[in-house]
């Protein structure tokens, strides 16, 4: 059986709000190992968003997609790999409300709490769950130098660089989490690739380090594109294929303005009644809108808030003068920093970059790279 194939899902975050709209969407991720021959399912991290309790419905649903996900895997023979996530989000909660699982013969199940290796079905496979080491430069060597078919982890990479695509918890450690540097790494996945958990934005590094992101849309910052990663590698040639598949059940957020509907027309001149309805059209292209009504008059914006009271999925919004005023003076900064921006480089080359032009200071990467990694 030389081409292996396997499903990963990441940031479930059970619990989070609207739990019970999540489940349903999750019947791609059950209809995809039902109608794929599958080997192995890893879910990389925060399958849980919070503490629960047995009182609230969440708990329902984060037990029973996972007891319709091990009569899958006992079915179809798949192996399952759950990692630990964040601290303040998984709290250990799978490996105690799933514990018995590991007494069923029928299935292969290992939680993974700490840093681990396994060689399977001819993959050598690395384990990184979220972990707060002391020396994390220590405790991480020794996998370094070694070759891995695939990595699989829940953390930050180098190459993320914006904060706010992390769903961050309450973090009761004092040590935090390492940010890992692919140039570290990159001989261990020469002839193999990387699948991560924790960043909710889809992201990807080349063609060795994927973010499927988390699975739904929960607000207006994830608009990316959401849902699961599907891979297949061939452990007689070591090529490898890594593909995303969209939920495309998930709802849609988005932010409109009024010069987004009427971007070439003087707002003043326009009449109530036209401006209604151009505003519907677009409220009823997505399952929720942020509506910016500056720019019109306060009549009509006291008139419009008041028909638009009612509709759940529309937030209004109306910006100060002061923050149109900053947007406005802002195109030139933000074509000046737009590699910083649009994420166009790893977080290493865009502070390499930036010291170059901003404080004329020559550092090499590898000076920014030991900077980057945690000291405690």
Known sequence: MPLIKGVNIQDLHFGHRD????????????????NNDIQILNINGDYFDRKLTASEPAIFYAVTFFS?????????????RVLQGTRSHDLNQTSTLFQHYLNDSDLDLKFIQEVSEES???????YIPEEYPEDAEEYYKPYKSKEYSMINGHGTWDFVAFDNQIEHGNQTSTLSAPIFIYAEWKEAVKNGFISFGHIHGRNQY?????????????NYVERSEKGFIIWEYDTDTKKYKVEFVNNTMAPSYEAITMKDLFPDEDLKTLTLEH?????????????????????LTEEKIKILKESLSENSKVKVEIRSRKALLKENSEP??????????NRELPINETIKKFAKEEMEEEVTLEKINELLIPTS
Request: glycine share 4%; aromatic share 12%.
């Open 332 to 341: 030139a900064i933000y074509e000046k920093y737009k590699y910083i921006l």
């Open 206 to 218: 080349g063609q060795k380090i994927f973010y499927s992101g988390s699975f739904t849309r929960w």
């Open 275 to 295: 401006i209604s309805e151009v505003i519907h059209i677009a409220i009823d292209a997505f399952d929720n809108v942020r509506l910016d009504l500056s720019g």
């Open 120 to 126: 399977m079905l001819g993959l050598d496979i690395l």
């Open 68 to 80: 319709e996900l091990v009569d899958i895997c006992k079915e179809k023979n798949i192996i399952l």
């Open 19 to 34: 739990t019970e709209r999540m489940y349903e969407e999750l019947i791609q991720v059950k209809n995809y190992l039902n």
